[in-house]
């Protein structure tokens, strides 16, 4: 059993913005969980606990959907007890939101259940922080690093631990036109 997610992975450019905005973040937090460059992404659809690779593959394989420009931009939290995940949001139109809806009917047609709660792009910075009583989100978004890139293509991903480390590995790409 492999825990599995499609997502969109980032170039460079981007990966060094949000790298910045963790920064930002880690100095301001009083403490938290923050997330590895090397782990930063969009999931577009998560999947879970499967040993059906494969049948996710083809899935994959099967949705036409075009490149488009993706923009990260801004932040926001999800308050889940006394301490948030904290997130920079994303931008990346109709074909953004097209590209999830196709990804999770081909999941679907599959045979895989996929969660139907309304699809959020974001890009978790940071779990489990707890920011001072001082902070003030509106100045710390308008300072938040933004970037844009075109999206060509989606990752399979893979979540696991190498050496105890949480680590996303691609393992299956698909390009959009």
Known sequence: M???FIALCFDEAVKAAL?????????TALKGNF??????????VFIGETDRRADIERAMDSVDAPAFEVAVQGFGRFRRGGRDICWAGVRGG??????????????????FAIEKRPFK?????????????????????????????????ISLMWSHRV???LTYTEIHKRALR
């Open 163 to 165: 050496d105890g480390v």
């Open 2 to 4: 492999m825990r599995l």
């Open 35 to 44: 997330t590895r460059v090397g782990n930063l992404h969009l999931t577009l």
């Open 94 to 111: 109709p074909a953004l939101s097209s590209l999830h809806d196709a990804l999770c009917a081909a999941l679907t047609a599959e045979r």
């Open 121 to 153: 792009p974001h890009i978790t910075l940071g779990r489990d922080v707890e920011l001072p009583r001082s902070f003030d989100e509106r100045a710390f978004a308008e300072g938040m690093p933004a970037a844009s890139m075109r999206a060509g293509h």
């Open 19 to 27: 790298e910045e905005g963790i920064a930002r973040l880690q100095a």
